[in-house]
């Protein structure tokens, strides 16, 4: 199972940007799938990008499409999510989630390895 820790979250305005990184440690990253999800509150956790380990297979929530980019750096042990044109409603913690598996998976019960989540506001 791997460890996994995000960081790069934090305030910005409507149309900004950020850049969340989860950095991972232990022996399988380089055989996982990485998934990024978020909570906001009150509400479930759900699915945002995800990567198989081969980098070939991302898959988006159809919300952020052509906004958000998922990559990863396996010589790094480092997962990303390039967060562009940001909403209001992107506003959530945002879980980066590990999973050894040969695809891309998308589903929250498919991972188990989770990080302790970092919080994204997006203001107007």
């Known amino acids: 199972q791997v460890q996994l820790k995000e960081s790069g979250g934090g305030s910005v305005q409507a149309g900004g940007s950020l850049r969340l990184s989860c950095a991972a440690s232990g022996d399988t990253f380089g055989s996982s799938s990485m998934g990024w999800f978020r909570q906001a509150p009150g509400e479930e956790r759900k699915f945002v990008a995800a990567l198989n380990w081969r980098a070939d297979s991302p898959y988006y929530h159809d919300s952020v499409k052509g906004r958000f980019t998922v990559s990863r750096d396996n010589a790094k042990n480092t997962a990303y999510l390039q967060m562009n044109s940001l909403r209001l409603e992107d506003t959530a913690v945002y879980f980066c989630?590990?999973?050894?598996?040969?695809?891309?998976?998308?589903?929250?019960?498919?991972?188990?390895?989770w990080g302790p989540g970092t919080q994204v506001t997006v203001s107007s």
């Open positions: 989630a590990g999973a050894r598996s040969d695809h891309t998976l998308v589903l929250v019960k498919q991972y188990n390895s």
